[in-house]
Nanobody, 114 residues
Framework: VQLQASGGGLVQAGGSLRLSCSATGISINEYTMRWHRQAPGKQRELVASITKEKIQSYAGGVEGRFTISRDNAENSVYLQMNSLKPEDTGVYYC?????????WGQGTQVTVSS
């Protein structure tokens, strides 16, 4: 099983990025998919999640700016990030969970300059 995250980069504050996480080895349609991030020197934190029923939830600091979505046909999950802030800087990871099975991707770096 592999989760390949991509789409990170360097962007100015106020800009946008769209992250993608493409899965191989599983069909994500039965999985809850999540995006997490880890800022330098901090613990990894949950950013957003989307259930197999497409119910979304967000951390308080990103609600209204970030949108998580999924395309089961593409076996992928996305994170549209708008109005980015320097505090959004970090490595972004995706994960897939179903029952006792949980898989993590390798992360993609997002850097927001002020």
């Amino acid at each position: 099983v592999q989760l390949q995250a991509s789409g990170g980069g360097l962007v100015q504050a106020g800009g946008s990025l769209r992250l993608s996480c493409s899965a191989t080895g599983i069909s994500i349609n039965e999985y809850t998919m999540r995006w997490h991030r880890q800022a330098p020197g901090k613990q990894r934190e949950l950013v957003a999640s989307i259930t197999k029923e497409k119910i979304q939830s967000y951390a308080g600091g990103v609600e209204g700016r970030f949108t998580i979505s999924r395309d089961n046909a593409e076996n992928s999950v996305y994170l549209q990030m708008n109005s980015l802030k320097p505090e959004d800087t970090g490595v972004y990871y995706c994960d897939a969970q179903r029952l006792f099975y949980r898989y993590w991707g390798q992360g993609t770096q997002v850097t927001v300059s002020s």
